[in-house]
């Protein structure tokens, strides 16, 4: 069965560096989310993503964030100076055409920013 | 703006019991859909079920399955015969129909512990 796959599964990352978290969605679906789980709260969405460009962003999704599909396969997730507060599971998501698809999740990226 | 309310923070069943987990949903839609994730330990998040708002039919999934009341918003799901390995944290979510990204909107969780 076909499923999202998410690198890598844990990060440790000083604060203040780059972090790049990868996703590779189900191949025909053309719809791609990220989502955050801070540890011991509730999921919350980040971003989506279709047809080459941001479809919407939640506030947390500021400019420290930026997405990006570089090839035909993976979806990245970027943030580009990392903060405490960053420190959160990772969820990718994607789901097919039409508005009935369910998303499926990745296993996700556990992110421990110090 | 559309909320999800689990007014269960834990709850506990005996191995083999039915157990019901309660959602509200506020919205002013009335395409959307509503599911239920699974969070076992690992943190991965399982699709347990789902329910489209336009079905009156109430959903199954073998042993879970949901009462969903459109007029009262509310989305509950029904866990039979439970097993061990249904110990998780359940998410109940709501996601529109039709619009340009169907983000999810989660609620707080409920945390099940099925014992032995």
């Known amino acids: 069965e076909p499923e999202v796959t998410q690198t890598p599964s844990h990060q440790v990352t000083q604060m203040g560096q780059e972090v790049i978290l990868r996703c590779v969605p189900i191949s025909n679906h053309l719809y791609f989310y990220w989502y955050r789980q801070i540890l011991g709260q509730k999921v919350e969405f980040l971003v989506s993503f279709y047809n080459n460009e941001i479809s919407e962003k939640s506030e947390i999704f500021d400019d420290q964030f930026s997405v990006e599909r570089p090839d035909g396969s993976n979806f990245t997730l970027k943030i580009r100076s990392t903060k405490l507060e960053d420190s959160a599971m990772y969820f990718c998501?994607?789901?097919?055409?039409?508005?009935?698809?369910?998303?499926?999740f990745g296993p996700g990226t556990r992110l421990l920013v110090l | 703006a559309q909320t999800v309310t689990q007014s269960q923070p834990e709850m506990s069943v005996q191995e083999a019991e039915t157990v019901t987990l309660s959602c509200t949903y506020d919205?002013?839609?009335?395409?959307?859909?509503l599911f239920w994730y699974k969070q076992p330990p690992s943190r991965q998040m399982i699709l347990v079920i789902r329910q489209e708002a336009y079905k009156q039919q109430n959903a199954t999934e073998n042993r879970f399955s949901v009462n969903f009341q459109k007029a009262a918003k509310s989305f509950s799901l029904k866990i039979s015969d439970s097993q061990l390995g249904d110990t998780a944290m359940y998410f109940c979510?709501?996601?529109?129909?039709?619009?340009?990204?169907?983000?999810?909107?989660f609620g707080t969780g409920t945390l099940l512990a099925v014992q032995p």
């Open positions: 919205t002013s839609e009335s395409n959307y859909y």
């Open positions: 979510a709501f996601a529109n129909y039709g619009g340009a990204t169907n983000k999810l909107i």
């Open positions: 998501a994607s789901r097919g055409t039409g508005g009935r698809e369910t998303q499926y």
